[in-house]
């Protein structure tokens, strides 16, 4: 069975840093792309990075770009989420989800429960 | 980037009705338009990928068609568990992605 389990979401404080985690088991993580989605209290789906299975590509949402990283240890089945400089408008739950991509098909198959990041002094 | 602008925002049905939802986006994505449901306090679900493609588990009630830059969601006869909202996503190009801002099914 596939499971993702989210961890590391806190209250922190305008311009602090956050590091998110995301254990995954039930699959092959180092075949998978890997992505963060946020929502934020109340709103809609916000995708925020793709990760490559190699870490040889990245790719970040405007809004994320030079503030979050997002790295994987395909030896601890792990995905990360970096996040500096956080302002409130970061504050949302985050989700991580696997992505099933190949043979025309590029979509978000498993998700994890999420992790809320509070941002505010 | 490619916006996608979902319609109506909320609705409201009764059990046993027919409900199609609607994405447009801002741009072709050719058929690279997948479909979630999220429940309160729950992730999102997958329901369909590339347009028309149902996920595995995923009931037969729920179907999906379009591509280019029209897209619909169709429930055939709503059942009470599909109380949800229902978000569409593009995954076209170089993997920067975006949601539609959600459509609300309610309860009439």
């Known amino acids: 069975e596939v499971q993702l389990v989210e961890s590391g979401g806190d209250l922190v404080q305008p311009g602090g840093s956050l590091r998110l985690s995301c254990a995954a088991s039930?699959?092959?993580?180092?075949?998978?792309?890997m992505s963060w989605v946020r929502q934020a209290p109340g709103k809609g789906l916000e995708w925020v990075a793709n990760?490559?299975?190699?870490?040889?590509?990245?790719y970040y949402v405007d809004s994320a770009k030079g503030r979050f990283t997002i790295s994987r240890d395909n030896a601890k089945n792990s995905l990360y989420l970096q996040m500096n400089s956080l302002r409130a408008e970061d504050t949302a739950v985050y989700y991580c989800?696997?992505?099933?991509?190949?043979?025309?098909?590029?979509?978000?198959?498993?998700w994890g429960q999420g992790t809320l990041v509070t941002v505010s002094s | 980037d490619i916006q996608m602008t979902q319609s109506p925002s909320s609705l409201s049905a009764s059990v046993g009705d027919r409900v199609t939802i609607t994405c447009r986006a801002s741009?072709?994505?050719?058929?690279?338009l997948n479909w979630y449901q999220q429940k309160p306090g729950k992730a999102p679900k997958l329901l369909i990928y590339?347009?028309?493609s149902l996920q595995s588990g995923v009931p037969s009630r729920f179907s999906g068609s379009g591509s280019g830059t029209d897209f619909s969601l169709t429930i055939s006869s709503l059942q009470p568990e599909d109380f949800a909202t229902y978000y569409c996503?593009?995954?076209?190009?170089?993997?920067?992605?975006?949601f539609g801002q959600g459509t609300k099914v309610e309860i009439k």
């Open positions: 039930g699959f092959i993580f180092s075949s998978y792309w």
């Open positions: 989800a696997r992505i099933r991509r190949g043979g025309g098909v590029v979509t978000l198959d498993y």
């Open positions: 996503q593009q995954s076209f190009g170089a993997l920067t992605w975006t």
């Open positions: 741009q072709s994505i050719s058929n690279y």
């Open positions: 590339t347009a028309s």
């Open positions: 990760i490559k299975q190699d870490e040889s590509e990245k």
